[in-house]
């Protein structure tokens, strides 16, 4: 049973929904994990796995979390509690609003580090990695950085879904489709460039393993942005007409394609200049700006290339902050404006810490006394752990939650009318039927799974 409401905000039209939601999708998830990712389990196998697992897992789970949030009208707490009442399964709602804002408060960390890379001159070849380390522990760059990405993030979502969230998505996501075939264009003509691209698109199967599968379904639900609620709150303001299966699925289409684009940026760079693909999260922020500083129009290339990182770490910055502030709009008394800047607030304050870890404060900068260095490397730090915690673990594990609570509280049938509703040829004659059964049964086993062989693999 739905409860909606009458006064909730709702996109004005899809284009603005699938913009808004590509947003999103598109990140650091895509433009900062995703190429590390590829580089760290051999390329082409990596990349043809985490497609595997897009289509086959990724997106139709994605239905279950739009069809959720529209049925209810509600952010991810609401949702649950429109369904189920108050009871236990509310903590589920509850694990997805919080491991959003966790996510966002280290997230911009990272998007203030691309915000800076825009305005300083980084890209001297040889002088990158001394230059990279230098500068993220500089608070006095770094601080500002985070606090002023908190600050423009809950500007736009204080505007509202329509003046602030869609009307910035329209403007900024043609602009980062422009900059990304600019330098992908640029990366795939320069001399040597054949290599990155067989690494990148030539699958090697000696190189796939149980492990290298995990990362890849890993990958695969944070550049979607699942389990963190979301594509919860951006459905619950989609028209009752719209169908759920065309507009989740162009939000896919488009994550997928920035996420292949942004390998072809960098790998045939990386490789045209000699240098090492496996370079893991230092890949952009140390290696590509060598890679830039000894390119012709190197230093142009790089300042368009992080430009494009800020611009796709701010839209999906605004989602996550909105499911934050949808939960106080809903479930309290807060306006828009106060629940934004509050939940920016509370941002800052725990991601200060995960700011600091990188060199300003030697006591947030290596954990390794807490955590080992087995599971996330020699000396990891603040912004390590959280990443783990939240953007692994806590991820991973609500979207299991969710989808147990779409298969069997709510109900796969229940779930599959909401599909249909807008469009009773959506989810077919077979394909609703494969739909259901594997809401119910082989999601939440192979999200389990993810889950659990990211753990033993780092206590074995």
Request: charged fraction near 10%.
């Amino acid at each position: 049973m739905a409860f909606p409401s009458p006064e909730r905000e709702q996109w004005s039209s899809r284009l603005g929904f699938v913009l808004a939601a590509a947003g999103s999708a598109i990140g650091l998830g895509n433009i900062w994990r995703f190429p590390f990712k590829a580089g760290d389990n051999g390329g082409g196998a990596f990349v043809l796995i985490y497609l595997a697992c897009l289509l086959l897992l990724c997106v139709p789970y994605l239905f279950a979390e739009l069809a959720l949030g529209r049925n209810s009208k509600r952010n991810p707490v609401g949702a649950i509690r429109a369904i189920r009442g108050h009871s236990l399964w509310s903590l589920v709602g509850g694990l997805c609003v919080v491991t959003g804002l966790a996510i966002f408060s280290y997230y911009a960390v990272v998007a203030g580090w691309a915000v800076g890379y825009v305005f300083r001159d980084l890209t001297a070849a040889g002088a990158s990695g001394a230059a990279f380390a230098q500068f993220i522990a500089d608070p006095l760059w770094v601080v500002p950085l985070f606090g002023g990405f908190l600050v423009a993030t809950a500007g736009v979502v204080a505007q509202g879904v329509r003046r602030g969230i869609e009307r910035w998505a329209k403007i900024l996501m043609p602009v980062l489709f422009v900059l990304l075939c600019l330098i992908a264009f640029r990366a795939v003509t320069l001399p040597g460039a054949g290599a990155g691209l067989e690494f990148y698109l030539t699958p090697d199967f000696s190189q796939v393993s149980g492990l290298m599968v995990v990362e890849a379904l890993g990958q695969a639900f944070f550049s979607l942005s699942l389990g963190m609620g979301t594509m919860i709150t951006y459905g619950s303001y989609l028209p009752d007409d719209e169908n759920l299966v065309v507009a989740g699925s162009y939000v896919a289409v488009f994550d997928t394609l920035i996420a292949l684009m942004a390998g072809l940026m960098i790998f045939p760079a990386v490789f045209a200049m000699g240098q090492n693909p496996a370079e893991g999260p230092s890949l952009v922020f140390v290696v590509l700006p060598d890679v830039f500083g000894a390119m012709p129009l190197g230093s142009f290339v790089g300042t368009l290339f992080f430009l494009f990182l800020a611009i796709a770490a701010f839209t999906s910055g605004i989602s996550l902050l909105e499911v934050f502030v949808s939960y106080l709009v809903d479930e309290t008394a807060w306006s828009r404006r106060t629940a934004a800047w509050g939940a920016g607030g509370v941002a800052f304050v725990i991601g200060l810490p995960s700011a600091l870890s990188q060199g300003a404060v030697p006591a947030l900068s290596d954990l390794s006394w807490l955590v080992g260095d087995r599971l996330l490397g020699p000396a990891p730090g603040v912004l390590d752990v959280v990443d783990f915690l939240w953007g692994s673990v806590a991820l991973v594990l609500s979207a299991a939650l969710l989808s147990v609570f779409v298969g069997w509280v709510w109900d796969a049938d229940d779930a599959l009318d909401e599909l249909r509703t807008g469009d009773g040829h959506a989810m077919g004659r077979w394909v609703g039927p494969v739909w259901r059964a594997a809401i119910k049964y082989a999601f939440p086993a192979m999200i389990l799974t993810v889950l659990v062989v990211d753990l033993l693999y780092g206590v074995l």
